[in-house]
């Protein structure tokens, strides 16, 4: 990992992108790269009626996602590490999800005209958990607007995310289980450091089951 100077993360909801990007950024020193998930005002709307907000509620995650990107790759870096709560293409899968056919079709003429200017990460960490896992994280997180996140909403969402990564070849890929791997453990942590250090290139998977 000793080139990996952006490192992406993601996963389904409550999968652990945030914990672990800060962890990194903590242990390796560098900048993080949160997104702005409390900014968007279509949020809490797509939550009570996904249908009718979920065109809205894209196409804010697009053009800020692009916005920050844009910005943090045009800052001077100095060679030192960035470490991201997501993958760009993450949008494109919620998309994917959500979208109605003909909005679909919209949202990727605008996707393809930004996607192609954005920067690629040296490696990219997809974290996953166990359904159950990531819905009692998501409860005791607590977030209003989560509350009435429907079970069969996060386990299309996790299936969407297995189905992009499966076919995911434009960077080294670490897929990393969490269901057993407690992050604020300073032994777990250590043992992911490694795995992460380690990891050159292709497709490797972590799963430190108990
Ligand atoms: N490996 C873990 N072990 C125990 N708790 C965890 C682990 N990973 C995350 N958590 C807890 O689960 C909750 C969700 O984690 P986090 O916010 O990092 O997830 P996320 O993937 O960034 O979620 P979102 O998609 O909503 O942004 C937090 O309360 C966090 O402390
Ligand atoms: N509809 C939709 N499209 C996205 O691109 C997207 N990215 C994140 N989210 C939701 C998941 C968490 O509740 C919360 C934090 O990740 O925001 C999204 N929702």
Redesign the pocket.
Known sequence: MERARYIAID??????????ANLLVERLGGRLVA?P?EENPFLAGFYDDRRKFAFQTQLFFLLSRFQQQQTLFQQDLFGQLTVA?YLFEKDRIFAALNLEAHELALYEQVFSLLGGRIARPDLVIY?Q?RQEVLQA??R??G?PF?RHLEPEYLQALAKAYNDFFFHYDDAPLLVVN?SD????AEA?QDALLAVIRRHKSGVQHYNPAR
Do not use: H, S, Y
């Open positions: 996963g389904p909801i409550g999968a652990g992108k945030t914990t672990l997104e998930v709560d974290l958990a994280r998501i005791r997180r977030r989560e969490t791997l407690d992050l604020a777990d």
